[in-house]
């Protein structure tokens, strides 16, 4: 592949709006927990562990979109190594489940 191709990734555009959409959603709970308590302050925890969540997600999702290009660019030792990343990671993910 040369520099100038590049493959579109319906994926990556929405990851990158999601790491926006992360960032907003960690500064609105911390801001929350910062100004307001009382019966308020449950909706800021659940800002905040929700973009801890979406932190977490958007690695995962981007190995997957590396995995679906270079499957698409045929270059196999690039995909099994997506690949192999994401099989650690659920294993990862099933042991520490059940642990």
Same mark, same amino acid.
């Given at each position: %592949?040369? !520099?100038?191709?590049? $493959?579109? &990734? $319906?994926? #990556?555009?929405? /990851?990158r709006?999601?790491? %926006?959409a992360? &960032?907003?959603? /960690?500064? %609105?709970?911390l801001? /929350?927990?910062?100004?307001?308590? #009382?019966p308020?302050?449950? $909706? ?6 929700? #973009? ?6 958007i !690695? ?7 995995l ?8 196999? !030792?690039?995909?099994?190594a997506?690949?192999? $990343?994401?099989?650690i ?10 642990n």
């Open positions: %592949m040369t !520099p100038d191709q590049e $493959v579109p &990734s $319906v994926l #990556g555009r929405a /990851l709006i999601a790491l %926006m992360t &960032s907003a959603t /960690l500064a %609105m709970g801001a /929350l927990s910062l100004v307001v308590a #009382g308020a302050a449950p $909706v800021a925890e659940a800002l905040v562990w929700l #973009g801890l969540g979406m932190l977490v997600a !690695p995962i999702l981007n190995v997957i979109d590396v679906i290009i270079e499957c698409r660019l045929k270059e196999w !030792p690039f995909a099994a997506a690949a192999a $990343v994401l099989l990671l659920a294993y990862t993910f099933v042991e520490k489940l059940y």
